[in-house]
């Protein structure tokens, strides 16, 4: 099992190396940091500018090969160059990483458990009003785009604001900035920040997971082990979860390890709408502006992510479904 | 090894003064379906007493199944549910699930057919069955899983406390099955239903769990409910019988009633279509033609009227009434029940009997007739991997080492034995038309390893294919005369032709030429066997292999194929190489029988002499584990159990191959034993075509 797992971790390193290769080159040969400075008005004279550029080692200048070279040489070493701005790009990725975090790690997990919930219900109770109910949602969120899905969360918490006639719900960064107090003080304030960006993530993540867990769970429901477990005496609502359930989760675990891991880039729209300066909001921002380093370090995380992922749903299958172990 | 132990001979129950445990009176059970209310049983009563078997017995969807699962409360909720379940003073129609569940698995409990989807895959076996303990009674974790080991140890599971810790997909089905008994008597049930226990396991397999399940009987002195298609195993095991059809009792009586003064044509018909171990070989069966019902739309009267040889106006106008014959617990559903007593009618005179088939070239002695199928010394070996997901190699299973056999023109050679023994390898092995590991296939004079492109689509015309499910061996989205002609148009045969051909198929086969254009769900399962048997002989092959031709079908419809394919048989000349599990069927069909164990043929000779005198321990171990379809003869039967399960192909023992479960090594001198170790017997001559690969086959009779 575990030289199984090295196997497979060797395989992902490589389609790592491969991703970062790439990714670099095409960050470095398509983005235009030059354009940055040639824009000012007035424009600083070629000669500095130059400088700078060779000094981030990002000037179109030198052969695109070279620059991947003293990139990858600091790769090696730990060092992701330093961003347009002149700050080591490995302190700021630190810090965005931590944002993200924060914003998605609750979310990841309240949307998987609604997802699976909401699937369940549907699935036992089929054709029934609930399923009818939690398909509709489901269909209209998955058919809302999340900036639409986050807009209207906006208004909704204005409303509530206004209603309330005091701010219950902030929907720009993650904290009031400066805010002095004590430490629940801070954290009422951090939750009253978290709420609608958790949401908007729980509601997209819920309405897709639930799809596929209504389909699992009805696989399940009609299965002969399910009946064996009634007839030795369990009731129907303890057979469905201790019997059902846990069957059903198999195919649900590996997805549910990928998505988790992909959303921690993903969630750019979340983090540009409610202001929340984590990596899918950093990406984007890099690539406006050109900043060739932080797309390829980004670019790095990413796939390093794809490899977490993939080992956690290998160990997540294994750990659920003893049929896949080897002894 | 319990040799002679197994005598199937039963103490006639006593009755319990208390009365029956279970009451079930006038059930009936329908579905709503797009096409109308499926009315799946009607009319069902029945009640058992403690120490009690009771059988069901039927053909699919007749409603047997479904009457279990409503006296259990375990239907789909879409399913009408009437009439009375009494368990001891208790009527269980109408109880909620919190009720029932308090009775399910205590009072009254349920093994199931197929014990692998019956277990969940995620639990191990101990705690599945621990688990069944635990609802019912407070008892700690650990107590509950040593009660686990107890009962696996029970149901005879070697080594059951670490046993006890596998998961279900590591036992063998035999082993899972064994293990599902175990969870049924887990809280000593007054009524164990048993439903199709033993339907999807070997023959010796089937003898082991059939002996468990009375062990367990007599553990719990329950009253068992069983339920089967198999009416040799009824024989064996029930003391009362209920034949089903279409949905209610056809007929009801003690076994020795319902098996030798059956009062109901479908009955009759039932046991006119069995063959049978125990009768000559060469008689044709009598086939019950047509096909059960649709449930949806049921005729007004009797729902057999349509097959019934004795049909009179009455039968199709007025459905009977399940009425008392001449014995008052004897019960037939059938107009004409007293006819039938009064002339005492067996099958034979009321289903009409096809005459015998011979074929002409049965005439000239087996020598003389050329060779049409030589397999020599055949080798065949897969990897073994393990993990559904993460694969690896752990090993190689030889799972052909050195078959040998010759397939002469106008014969059947069958090729039986237990699941894992490598006939379905050797009929792959044949087919493939390839150069095989070691040894050689030679088919009508071509060795397979030396055919180029072209002559291998040559030799393929002589080679015909039929197999075990039609329902899956027909494309269902080509209309059967495409099905039928896809091969001739493959062999280049001309428009024209093809349609001639096709239409002389279906002739061939019984079916309606006019039916060219349906697709395959539009024919019952019977029909559609038949058009597999058609394509087969488009091409007009001189082989064809039949791998369980029948055994997908159900019984009723069996014969009528069995018929078919001896009378093609003998007009078309044709050789069948015929893959088969069902003992009785073989020694029905074959002229030639290769009995095979672990990769080998251990024994291989004309059908009279290896089932008349069987100089093999395996072949007569497993002869002896047919079940016969006559409750007198059952119960004198002397079975040879044999202990534990195939070895494992991945390490066969050394010697020869059978000696770890073979009665007669335990029964020979010690002195003997040491060759069945030291040396791997060949087949040696045991008269006239007859080999058997056993040292001591003289001393047969020890084992």
Redesign the interface.
Known sequence: ?VR?LLRRFVGYLVLVLIATCLGYLLAASSLDPRSNFEGRNPPPPPESVDRVLSDLNINDKTPVLERFATWMGGVVRGDFGRTIGGEPVLDEMGRRIGVSLRLLLLASILGGALGVLVGVVGAVKQYRFSDHATTLFSFVTLATPVFLLAVLLKLGALQLNRAAGTTILYYTGEATPGLQGSWWQLAVDRVQHLVLPTLAIVLAQAAFYSRYQRNAMLDVLG???L??????????RQALLK?GL??AL?PMATFFAYQFGLLLTGATFVEKIFGWHGMGEWFVDAVNGNDVNVVAAVTVFAAALVLVAGMLA?LA??A???????R | MTAGAGATAREPTTTDAAGPVLQVADLAVSFSTERGLLRAVRGMSYEVRSGEVLGIVGESGCGKSVSALAVMGLLPTSARVSGSVRFRDRELLGLDDPQLSAIRGKGISMVFQDPLSAFTPVYTVGAQIAEAVRVHTETSRDQAARRAAELLDLVGIPDATRRARAFPHEFSGGMRQRAMIAMAIANDPEVIIADEPTTALDVTIQAQVLDVLRTAQQATGAAIVMITHDLGVMAGVADRLIVMYAGRPAEVGSVDQVFHAPRMPYTLGLLGSLPRLDAAAGQPLTPVEGAPPSLVALPPGCPFAPRCPLQVGVCVEVEPGLDPTSASDHLAACHRSDEIEAGALGPADVFPVPPPVEPPIAAIPREERPVVLEVRELVKSFPLTRGALLRRRVGTIHALDGVSFDLREGETLALVGESGSGKTTTVNEILALAAPMAGSVVVLGRETSTLETSTRKETRRDLGMVFQDPSASLDPRMPVGDILAEGLRAHGVAKGQRRRRVGELLGLVGLDAGHVSRYPHEFSGGQQQRIAIARALALDPKVIVLDEPVSALDVSIRAGVVNLLQRLKAELGLAYLFVGHDLSLVRHVADRVAVMHLGRIVEIGAVERVFGDAAHPYTRALLSAVPLPDPRRERVRRRIVLEGELPSPLDPPSGCRFRTRCPLFVAVEPERRQRCVDEDPMGRPQGEDHLAACHHAELRNRG
């Open positions: 099992m199984f299965s002969d082990f009946r064996t477990a009634q007839a030795k005496g369990l009731r129907r019997h846990r069957t198999i290998d299958h294994a659920l479904d003893p049929r896949v172990r080897i």
